[in-house]
């Protein structure tokens, strides 16, 4: 039911550290041909700190862990990639189907694996106009559920940032800022919102995961999340920011676009609202969480061993 990568398994059976990486950003997130090479510079950035790369996906209707470079190829090239969040997954294999992994499928997955931390660039949240749509997104469930350290750039900017922190907190998901006090607004290091704990070094948010997975029944039973501001050199203004969203969720609205498409469809009008400086942003934010989660990754196997 669950097919784990050769070198996957050799680094779990050896107790190296490993990284798991999501595929929606390749299939749904990020436009061609930026999808594909940044597919291939994260798990770059990963090895480069130490760690092995596991990019989770559904391949014929099989769970991937440790997707190989031809399906990094067909997920970044095909149009009939699924997007799958952890209700999908036995949909898909049961129709024998391609399917990228969110945020909540790939913590599910990277769990079933027994990989503990998982980097990606922000995670879905509570909508804006939640009051309408209800809409809030299955990651925050499954952060609660999933003992996976999740590394992110905070929440998505598109969403509700205030209510999806107050979300995380009603669900017991400890929030921990990496060398910050605020919760991170993806394209901005500052949200207004503070963190009630800090970790400024990978060790230290290493040993804070370790002691939350090592005693569940006291702790959390789920997921950490490590928020990461944004590289400062390509952060965007906030005011810029909240212009964009604004305009890209009028857009959103006029055509009725509902569901899981909305994400996909306010990050292009992002890029669109922005003239490309969204991607350059996220491109550089999804590098910077990769390589930390790696270093937590590698802190966290020395702690262990």
């Known amino acids: 039911m669950l097919h784990i990568a050769p070198e996957i398994a050799r680094a779990r059976a050896e107790a190296r550290p490993i990284v798991a990486l999501e595929s929606t950003l390749i299939s749904h997130g990020l436009p061609a041909p930026h999808n594909l090479e940044v597919a291939h510079a994260l798990e770059q950035e990963v090895r480069a700190a130490g760690a092995v790369p596991a990019t989770i ?3 014929g209707g099989i769970p991937t862990v440790g997707l190989d470079a031809a399906a990094l190829e067909h997920f970044a090239n095909s149009d009939t ?3 799958l969040t952890r209700r999908d997954l036995a949909t898909a294999m049961a129709r024998k189907q ?6 909540a499928a790939t913590m599910a997955l990277a769990a079933a694996a027994g990989v503990p931390i998982f980097a990606t660039g922000g995670i879905g949240g509570v909508h804006r106009g939640v009051q309408v749509s209800w809409d809030i997104s299955a990651d925050l469930t499954e952060l609660a559920r999933t003992p996976v350290l999740v590394v992110c750039a905070g929440a998505k900017a598109i969403l509700n940032l205030p209510a999806t922190l107050e979300h995380l907190e009603t669900l017991g998901v400890p929030v921990v800022g990496f060398a910050t006090d605020e919760f991170p607004a993806f394209y901005n290091a ?10 400024d070094t990978p060790t230290e948010a290493a040993q804070l995961w370790q002691a939350q997975r090592a ?3 006291l702790c959390a039973p789920g997921g950490m999340l490590l928020c990461v501001p944004p590289p400062a ?5 906030r005011q810029e ?8 969720l009028a857009r959103a609205e006029s055509v009725g676009v509902r569901g899981p498409a909305v994400t996909p469809f306010l990050l292009a009008a992002m890029a669109e609202e922005t003239h490309g400086e969204s991607i350059t942003t996220n491109v550089a934010l999804l590098r910077q969480n990769a390589r930390i989660a790696a270093q937590v990754a ?5 702690t262990d061993r």
């Open 81 to 83: 990639i699924r997007k």
């Open 298 to 302: 590698v802190a966290l196997a020395q």
């Open 57 to 59: 996906g559904v391949l």
């Open 190 to 199: 500052s949200s207004g919102l503070p963190l009630p704990v800090r970790a």
């Open 215 to 217: 005693a569940p029944e």
């Open 233 to 237: 050199e390509v952060a965007l203004p």
């Open 241 to 248: 920011v909240e212009v964009a969203i604004a305009r890209a």
């Open 98 to 103: 391609d399917g990228a992994t969110t945020v």
